[in-house]
């Protein structure tokens, strides 16, 4: 949990660790839902222009779309999808929240913000915005926020930037409320599935520039490697991992698969898939990769933690002890095995 009088510099270190937020969607081989904001809104605009039907389908591409708006700064471009998705899905909190997003981005929300943080490493602090058109702006975001945390009381972003438009306002302690009822993890005890969260904060409200500048670089360099080393496993595994840390697990798992293909023999693509197949809820895919881990390298110490995990899922108590111990036998300091046998009444 943040505490109220923490400066807004903690934020940002917490937000720069990584556009994924609340929408999830049906993915194909195709460019939506990239985490570059140019090839993302490409590929968005091309399934939107087929025209779903169905608003279950349609919302979702058009949130996605105009969150990468808001990163590149078109803010007519973003709030036109996005009227449209809250029409569409009017409780909606994903749609919401967006929508109050570019609201507050518009505002100059991510300046504040620089300047909040300059302030308070001088022990200064920084005034409410005066301009009525900001103010108003602001105050549009907050409903948004507020309507959002309604349709979903946990919904962390809606949390995130009501407190930044609060704080812009001058709201000091309605913004420090919504810091602590949102329960921002610490970056100690940072959880993988919450990278695309911190992502999602940084390139939408933080530091669109900078999430954009490396998003480029990043993936720029992804595929040229895989496209100069079409015979390396690694370079798939590489942008696999990257697209589980921005949310896109079809992607990443896309990716392992390649890396599979590539290489059966490649040990840490079968552990790597099979995580991620594991935490999408998978849990026999997972199991199945985890046996090959263990096939292909007999003392890997995480493949047998990792299939006593699975069968523990599965009901078999017994296989999952077995496996404990045996990742505890090649690696002692092995605590998720040590966890597993404490759940299960056994001993090491």
């Known amino acids: 949990m943040a505490h109220p009088s923490l400066p807004a510099r903690i934020w940002l270190a917490a937000a720069a660790l990584s556009l994924a937020a609340s929408v999830t969607l049906a993915q194909e081989p195709d460019e939506c839902g990239h985490p570059v904001s140019e090839r993302s809104i490409r590929g968005c605009s091309a399934l939107i222009e087929q025209g779903p039907a169905d608003p279950r389908r349609l919302a ?9 708006f808001i990163v590149l700064g078109d803010f007519a471009a973003a709030l036109a999808d996005l009227e449209r998705a809250v029409t569409l899905e ?5 749609a919401l929240t967006t929508r109050g997003d570019a609201f507050s981005r518009r505002a100059g929300v991510t300046e504040f913000v620089a300047r ?3 302030a308070a490493r001088r022990d200064e602090t920084v005034g409410a915005e005066q301009d009525p058109s ?12 507020t309507a959002a945390l309604k349709a979903d009381a946990g919904h962390l972003p809606a949390y995130f930037g009501r407190s930044l438009a609060q704080r812009a306002l001058g709201n000091t302690e309605a913004s420090d409320s919504d810091r602590r009822d949102a329960a921002f993890p610490s970056l100690r005890d940072l959880h993988r599935s ?3 969260y911190f992502i999602r904060e940084q390139a939408l409200l933080l530091d669109p520039a900078g999430y954009t500048k490396s998003t480029i670089e990043q993936f720029a360099r992804f595929d040229a490697d895989i496209r100069d080393r079409p015979n390396d496993p690694k370079p798939y595994v590489e942008r696999a991992w990257a697209f589980v840390n921005y949310g896109e697990s079809s992607r990443a798992l896309a990716d392992y698969s390649k890396a599979i293909a590539v290489d059966p023999n490649f040990v840490e693509a079968w552990q790597r898939r099979g995580d991620e197949l ?5 849990i026999a895919g997972a199991l199945a990769d985890f046996e090959q881990v263990v096939r292909l390298q007999p003392d890997h110490f995480s493949g047998y933690d990792s299939r006593g995990l699975a069968y523990e899922r599965l009901g078999e ?6 496996d404990y ?10 605590g998720s095995a040590t966890d597993g046998l404490k759940r299960l009444g056994a001993a090491p």
């Open 278 to 282: 594991f935490v999408t809820g998978n």
């Open 60 to 68: 979702p591409l058009l949130i996605e779309r105009g969150s990468h």
């Open 325 to 334: 111990r045996k990742a505890l036998s090649l690696e002692p300091r092995a």
């Open 317 to 322: 108590r017994d296989k999952a002890i077995a």
């Open 134 to 145: 900001r103010r108003s702006d602001y105050e549009r975001a907050v409903a948004d926020y």
């Open 194 to 196: 919450q990278s695309a």
């Open 116 to 118: 909040w943080d300059a």
């Open 90 to 94: 009017p409780g909606n909190p994903a």
